[in-house]
Nanobody, 125 residues
Framework: QVQLVESGGGTVQAGGSLRLSCAASGRTFSTYIMGWFRQAPGKEREFVAA????????YYADSVKARFTISRDNAKNTIYLQMNNLKPEDTAVYSC??????????????????WGQGTQVTVSL
C-alpha cells in the first residue's frame, strides 16, 4: 500500500516557477514508477511526467518538455516536479501517482494504482 500527499501548488504569473512535492508512505516506494498527472476544468486527466524507481529514466508530455523536470529522492520517499516558464494553459490540479512494475504505459492513467488528492496550480497572465 502506498499513500501519496502532494504540496507546493499555488498561484503564479506566467513565466514564473513552482516546485511540487509528493511525499509517499510505504516500504516499497523505491520500487515504484512515479508519475505526475494534471486535470484542468472540463478536461480529462492527462499525463505530465514520470520517473522510474532508480531515477534513471524520465518521461515527459510534449507540452511540458524543456520546462518541467521530474526527480525523486528515495531516501526521503519524495518526488518533485520543478515547473519553469509556466503558462496559463498549465493551470490544473496536479496529482502524483504510483504503480509497481516496469515503466511501460507510464503515460496511462489507468496503469497507476495509487493517487494523491492533488494540488491546485493556477497560472495568471
Amino acid at each position: 500500500q502506498v499513500q501519496l500527499v502532494e504540496s507546493g501548488g499555488g498561484t503564479v504569473q506566467a513565466g514564473g516557477s513552482l516546485r511540487l512535492s509528493c511525499a509517499a508512505s510505504g516500504r516499497t516506494f523505491s520500487t515504484y514508477i512515479m508519475g505526475w498527472f494534471r486535470q484542468a476544468p472540463g478536461k480529462e486527466r492527462e499525463f505530465v511526467a514520470a520517473i522510474t524507481w532508480s531515477g534513471g529514466n524520465t518521461y515527459y508530455a510534449d507540452s511540458v518538455k524543456a520546462r518541467f523536470t521530474i526527480s525523486r529522492d528515495n531516501a526521503k520517499n519524495t518526488i518533485y516536479l520543478q515547473m519553469n516558464n509556466l503558462k496559463p494553459e498549465d493551470t490544473a490540479v496536479y496529482s502524483c501517482a504510483a504503480r509497481a512494475g516496469d515503466s511501460s504505459t507510464y503515460y496511462a492513467v489507468w496503469a497507476y494504482n495509487y493517487w494523491g488528492q492533488g494540488t491546485q496550480v493556477t497560472v495568471s497572465l
